[in-house]
């Protein structure tokens, strides 16, 4: 059942995709995501992940169950509507960055207000407040081509966080980054998500998962087990209980609010 402190709530959900024989992406997920939450989802190639990480972002559909995103059921939505849902509810940060070449910095950030009809005066204030807060307010006019690698995913998580959203969604966020810079990023998802953001990291990086509240482990297209951790990246475990396996730190999907 869908809570007003959930972000997100999948409900017995199925995806099916038809390539000759069906091939299900994702076979009966039930998961609730609270506001202010930080959840990593991790699994195998083909676990499902992105599949997951479509439907809540609203760039898909599921073929039975319902995901609930904001308050707004997606399952019954058309593409208008889901579109509108997209661009208020949800902020991605892809691996790639995803900026637009031709753009400034404070421009790719003040990019989807202007689908919201804010005014151009209150997308510039809000870019150039949130380039100020991930650490670019000298760097505004500068295309992205001349921005290092770290400093273009941090305009890309300003521009995931311009419209305010319900949640953002980070895909492998720091899969292009070196050590050192990948810290730097996964300290300023930190500091955002104690400021209230609810934050969903795909990864398969365990260390960059274990930045989050729990981790969802998907196999084959279903929720495996979901781990809780306990603050600082570390998880809770009993001692010799083997990587893997239920321990102190992991909850049963089927008792943790309903989860599959």
Same mark, same amino acid.
């Given at each position: ?19 000759? @024989?069906?091939?299900?992406?994702? %076979? ?8 202010? =939450? ?27 169950? =319902? ?12 593409? /208008? ?20 070449? /031709? ?7 003040? *990019? ?12 510039? @204030? /809000? ?13 505004? %006019? #500068? ?13 890309? *998580? ?45 990864? #398969? @990086?365990? #260390?960059?998962?274990?930045?989050? %509240?729990?981790?969802? #482990? ?6 495996? /087990?979901?781990?809780?951790? %306990? ?30």
């Amino acid at each position: 059942m869908e809570s007003p402190a959930d972000a997100v709530t999948m409900v017995d959900v199925r995806k099916t995709y038809h390539v000759g @024989e069906p091939v299900h992406a994702l %076979d009966g997920v039930s998961l609730s995501i609270p506001r202010g =939450s930080y959840t990593a989802i991790m699994g195998p190639s083909g676990s499902g992940k992105s599949t997951l990480m479509n439907l809540v972002g609203c760039l898909d559909t599921p073929t039975a169950g =319902s995901v609930s995103v904001g308050g707004s059921d997606i399952s019954t939505l058309d593409e /208008r509507e889901r579109t509108t849902v997209r661009g208020t509810e949800v902020g991605f940060v892809f691996q790639t960055f995803n900026l637009m070449p /031709r753009l400034t910095a404070l421009e790719n950030v003040a *990019l989807p207000q202007l689908f919201q009809g804010v005014s151009r005066a209150e997308r510039i @204030e /809000r870019a150039g407040g949130l380039l100020e807060r991930v650490g670019l307010g000298d760097r505004k %006019d #500068h295309l992205p081509k001349e921005l290092s690698g770290g400093q273009r995913q941090r305009v890309a *998580l300003a521009r995931a966080l311009v419209n305010d959203p319900a949640l953002v969604l980070a895909d492998e966020p720091t899969g292009n980054l070196d050590t050192e810079t990948e810290a730097e990023v996964l300290d300023l998802f930190e500091e955002f998500h104690e400021a209230g953001t609810t934050l969903v990291v795909v990864t #398969h @990086e365990r #260390h960059v998962a274990e930045r989050a %509240d729990r981790i969802v #482990h998907l196999l084959d297209g279903e929720i495996e /087990r979901i781990e809780q951790l %306990d603050g600082a990246g570390e998880p809770e475990s009993e001692p010799g209980t083997a990587d893997g396996d239920q321990g102190a730190g992991d909850e049963p999907a089927t008792e943790q609010d309903g989860d599959r």
